[in-house]
């Protein structure tokens, strides 16, 4: 084993650490919308801001044998204690059933007049039971003062200021009996369309995957996804008449970069990773160009120098993939637990599962194994003798004058 | 410079591109964001000095002059109890001062009785509570160890930029509730200003002032958080320069041995040998962080200007501040600094056995 060394093992760890901190990380960002909007569920929206979805649908569609939970709600953006918030109006009860919610601190007393706040979100800005805040509208000029009634701990977002639908219908300027969306967790999707379908209202069906499907209307594909970003966000009359949709508009192309701006990223982080390993590798091979040069003298070839190289180099990228996933693993779960990385209100979840798991260890071991067969291949051209040089041959040797010529002779 | 030393300058310029380029974007999101904030309608503007009104308090004599439009409330929470002994506590009690009518409720003086307005969700919560809520029922509202009867006048409308469950009273029973308010206000609520808000007499320290549409706020705060990610861009990139220029120092100094030592032999110091390597890192890391950032922007610059063809990011144009040039510049150094340190430390270490030490 001639190159395996643990320092030259610890830096092609640092390598890895690039990847295996960042990608779940970046993959997280990217599923954030989906995860506040849509969850593992089907959200029903409605299509445009001239067609409003009544609350008096959710009772329609939990009538459905196929629905386990649904919940009526209305999403709307404020400042809170300077920071950024998410603020959801809903039908507590409903909201908590399907996210598998429960209250972990305090009570609610008046289903129509309560604060109830993200365990995150509350250790976040530094709210608690009984405290009051001052809560503003969205995108329609209101304030409230609230008092937090409970704490929630939810399985997907944490982050957020939970209030009941006629304090988020004055904030997002909705009329009475409106809601965003619906979110429903079915276990029959088709079953769900069909039902709806049978009502006259125009709705417009988001399932998990993003798949949209518009129900007892025809809209083109733009149409569509400008709509579902529009009715999400900030699609309220008023707002539109004031404010005109700069905001919308801003929303919609970063989330249209998001994917985009990710998948830049982790090509950077990836390229970031090669060059720390291939600077790794070559000062590692450099360290040994003496013992290489001797192996070359006595007629080991350029296949047998190769081998040599990359089974050590394998060696050293299967062990520090292993362990730059098990130390970015563990720096991740640091930052979850203590929500350090926050856009936009939320804390970002990195998104950990087998097989991406799978592919940072083998992009890994891909980016060490190619750096290596780089400088591999660089080192072949180099004779014996210069490697065995205790000195660098210098280019000032190689282009030296004659001695004639320093001396000032003539040939 | 040999080909090893280049290819580590251009190793170093690449993770100063990406963090030089990455600051410029958000810098650039940031200036956008602001921009868009200051352009926007916001709605009336709230002046106070805690987010608990009850806590909050806005001098009296430090209320806006001529031209500013403004309404100014006092606030108390209070226990409501009917005459039937059937209480409800938590009640948000409010007097209001508006002396441009704004609300419309006529509240223009404080020293006349203008009536107890009820919202309606107020109303609705009472009624659960089997409390009437119909004009003209009386209350003993409670605060601490005073007390005050109103009578009801009118419910308000919903359309109010009030909330719904405030009790609307007026100044006299305010004063009865919270004697210790006296002349002062709780918050206030400005509608138009024409001299800057920062510039008015109420503007003093502890004075916050929040728009009542928040939703500029959140996208304006949610990029501030986005530019906290900027950390992890500083640390890879820091940390891949640190790699780079300790093992182009290490090479240098396997390669470098035989001077050293004879340069040991010769009496150099340790100091001498660490100056040599140090300022060799600093070189490297100092050609290459220009390079980057350099290459920072014009990699930025080309991003924003070619993205219409991807359709992304066409509203960010790549901002060029202090910053965004020291950052990557400064990390490089840092970097390039902390990651020759140990090499040349090592190479300070070497020396030549004397043949009379043998």
């Known amino acids: 084993m001639m190159l395996l060394k643990s320092k030259n093992i610890v830096g092609l760890i640092l390598c890895t650490l690039i990847l295996s901190a960042s990608v779940p990380m970046l993959m997280g960002i990217q599923n954030t919308p989906q995860t506040i909007f849509g969850g593992d569920m089907v959200a029903v929206t409605q299509v445009n801001s001239s067609t409003k979805l009544n609350v008096s649908m959710l009772d329609t569609i939990k009538s459905e044998p196929n629905v386990v939970s649904a919940s009526a709600e209305i999403t709307c953006f404020s400042v809170v204690n300077d920071q950024p918030v998410l603020i959801r109006g809903v039908k507590l009860n409903d909201f908590l059933a399907l996210e598998g919610g429960e209250l972990v601190r305090g009570s609610v007393g008046n289903p129509e007049r309560f604060a109830v706040i993200g365990s995150t979100l509350a250790s976040k800005i530094g709210l608690d039971v009984g405290d009051r805040l001052l809560l503003t509208g969205s995108s329609n000029p209101a304030l409230f003062q609230l008092e937090i009634d409970a704490v929630y701990s939810g399985r997907y977002s944490e982050d957020e200021l939970l209030v009941s639908l006629p304090h988020a219908r004055k904030m997002a300027g909705l009329g009475q009996d409106a809601v965003l969306f619906i979110r429903v967790k079915t276990t029959n999707q088709t079953a769900l369309v069909e039902t709806l379908e049978q009502q006259e209202q125009a709705v417009v069906v988001t399932t998990p995957g993003g798949i949209v499907t518009p129900v007892n209307t025809e809209i083109t594909d733009e149409e569509r996804a400008q709509q579902q970003l529009a009715i999400r966000y900030l699609d309220t009359a008023q707002f539109k008449a004031t404010n005109g949709s700069y905001v919308s508009i801003f929303v919609q192309e970063g989330s249209n970069s998001i994917r985009v701006v990710v998948t830049t990223f982790i090509i ?38 190769r081998k040599l190289i990359m089974r050590d180099a394998f060696v050293m990228s299967i062990v520090s993939s292993l362990l730059g996933l098990g130390i970015g693993y563990l720096i991740l779960i640091f930052i979850e637990d203590r929500g350090l990385l926050r856009m936009f209100g939320e804390s970002i979840h990195p998104m950990i599962n087998a097989q991406i798991l799978l592919g940072m260890f083998v992009a890994s071991v891909l980016i060490h194994m190619a750096s290596a067969l780089m400088i591999e291949k660089m080192l072949s051209r180099v004779k014996p003798r210069e490697l065995m040089q205790e000195t660098e041959k210098l280019d000032r040797e190689v282009d030296a004058p004659p001695l004639n010529i320093v001396l000032g002779m003539d040939a | 410079m040999n080909r090893r030393i280049f290819a580590t300058i251009l190793g170093i310029a690449f993770c100063a591109t990406y963090l030089a380029g990455t600051t410029a974007m958000v810098g650039g999101l940031h200036d956008t964001t602001s921009s868009l904030a200051a352009s926007f309608d916001q709605g009336p503007v709230l002046v106070y000095t805690d987010g608990d009104f009850a806590n909050s308090r806005v001098g009296g004599d430090l209320l806006p002059e001529n031209d500013t439009s403004f309404i100014a409330f006092c606030f108390a ?86 909330p719904d469950d405030w009790l609307l009273i007026s100044r006299e029973s305010m004063d009865a509730l919270r004697p210790e308010l006296e002349g002062d206000y709780s918050f206030l609520m400005i509608l138009d200003s024409p001299i800057p808000l920062k510039e008015q007499p109420f503007y003093v320290k502890d004075t916050s002032l929040t728009p009542t549409s928040g939703v500029v706020g959140f996208f304006e705060r949610g990029i501030y958080q986005v530019e906290q990610g900027l950390w992890g861009i500083i640390l890879m990139s820091g940390l ?40 060799k ?29 991807a359709n992304v990011m066409t509203f960010i144009t790549p901002v060029a501040n202090l910053r965004s040039v020291l950052l990557p510049f400064l990390i490089s150094v840092i970097s390039g600094a902390v990651g020759g340190f140990w090499p040349a430390m090592k190479a300070s270490r070497m020396f030549v056995a004397r043949r009379n030490d043998a």
């Open chain 1, 268 to 305: 950077l982080d990836g390229a970031l990773a090669f060059i720390g390993s291939a600077a790794i590798i070559s000062r590692a091979v450099i360290e040994r160009r003496h013992e290489i040069g001797i192996i070359s003298a006595v007629g080991a070839d350029r296949n047998y120098l």
């Open chain 2, 77 to 162: 929470n209070v226990t409501l109890t009917d005459f039937n002994s059937r209480t409800l506590g938590n009640v948000y009690a409010v007097s209001v001062y508006d002396p441009d009518d704004v609300l419309g409720l006529n509240m223009t003086d404080e020293s006349l009785d203008t009536g107890v307005w009820v919202g309606t969700q107020l109303a609705d919560i009472m009624v659960s509570k089997s409390i009437s809520a119909t004009t003209n029922s009386r209350y003993m509202l409670n605060r601490g160890g005073n007390m005050t009867i109103v009578q009801v006048s009118a419910l308000y409308s919903e359309g109010s930029i009030m």
């Open chain 2, 240 to 279: 891949m320069t640190a790699i780079l220029v300790y093992c182009i120092i290490s090479i240098e100094t396997e390669y470098s041995a035989p001077t050293i030592r004879i340069l040991r032999g010769v009496g150099a110091s340790r100091e001498y040998v660490i100056r040599v390597f140090m300022f």
């Open chain 2, 281 to 309: 890192a600093l070189f490297i890391t100092a050609i290459g962080g220009i390079l980057g950032t350099a290459m920072g922007f014009c990699a930025a610059s080309a991003i924003s200007s070619m993205s219409s063809l």
